[in-house]
């Protein structure tokens, strides 16, 4: 199993300055992508920018959304951003894409919450069209558009993922509840028809010296789910043998790429995780 690093972009407080000596770190250090998050009505910067500075100082980590809201961006506007951030990084996209769970940030952009599934749908396949037809620049390094991936985990979004994405993307939580939704997705990738096999990527958080600010972060960034958040910030892989085991379990789970998001915006915390994962 790869495992990712996220970039500190939606941690309230950080320096501008942080994000691209943490990609060159994480890079150097053996880490196989960098993620970032997706939301409107919060401190955090926007992602598609996030991974063109990312990109422009690192060679061969994967950029990937963890994910994009996609009913958010206009479908058309947003594939030719991902063109143009596979173009430029030379082919290291991955566009993970999922409908959300924040009303607010629905209000703030002023798209219906309750379509949000069905927008979602409509986007990948028009972003589809708008890679292969090569009708709007630029065309991207990826014959037929960077590697999709969907995100959630209701009967929809799992065969979304096996209809229209090239994978899914799992939002966290203990490797069975990992599996249980792999399986899911495994079972429609093949009820369709679908040749190969999906990719499997998923998330976590984790922060490393500080587990009282890193749980207090996702009790923020989570605050909107009410009592849930707090389920969220317990589950913060906060000590060595957390992380170990928890990467240890998504591997023995059939995932193939897991990427660890920050709750800490302190540089060395690419250090102190890359000393616990192979």
Request: proline letters at 6%; a neutral charge.
């Amino acid at each position: 199993m790869r495992v990712g690093i996220g970039l500190p972009t939606a941690i309230p407080g950080r320096s501008g300055e942080l994000l691209a000596p943490w990609a060159q770190r994480a890079e150097a250090a053996g880490f196989t992508s960098l993620g970032v998050l997706d939301r409107v009505r919060y401190d955090l910067t926007e992602p598609m920018v996030s991974l063109a500075v990312a990109a422009g100082v690192t060679t061969t980590c994967r950029l990937v959304t963890m994910v994009v809201i996609g009913p958010l961006h206009n479908p058309v506007l947003l594939a030719r951003q991902a063109a143009s951030l596979d173009l430029l990084s030379a082919g290291r996209l991955t566009l993970g894409l999922g409908v959300g769970a924040r009303a607010d940030d629905y209000q703030a952009a002023s798209v219906s919450y309750r379509d949000r599934g069905k927008l979602l749908t409509e986007s990948m396949g028009l972003m589809r069209d708008c890679w292969e037809d090569g009708q709007i620049g630029p065309r991207p390094f990826t014959k037929g558009g960077p590697d999709l991936l969907a995100g959630g985990k209701s009967g929809p979004a799992l065969l979304r993922a096996a209809r229209l994405a090239d994978g899914y993307v799992h939002g966290g939580g203990p490797a069975r509840s990992f599996a249980s939704a792999k399986a899911k997705v495994e079972i429609a990738w093949q009820d369709i028809g679908r040749p190969g096999r999906p990719q499997l990527w998923a998330q976590a958080y984790f922060g490393l010296g500080d587990p009282d600010g890193a749980r207090r972060h996702l009790l923020d960034y989570y605050s909107f789910t009410g009592p849930f958040a707090e389920r969220i910030a317990a589950e913060t892989l906060t000590t060595a043998t957390e992380v170990t085991n928890y990467v240890r379990s998504y591997e023995e789970a059939g995932c193939e790429e897991l990427v660890l998001l920050p709750a800490l915006a302190a540089l060395d915390q690419v250090e102190r995780l890359a000393e616990l994962v192979p």
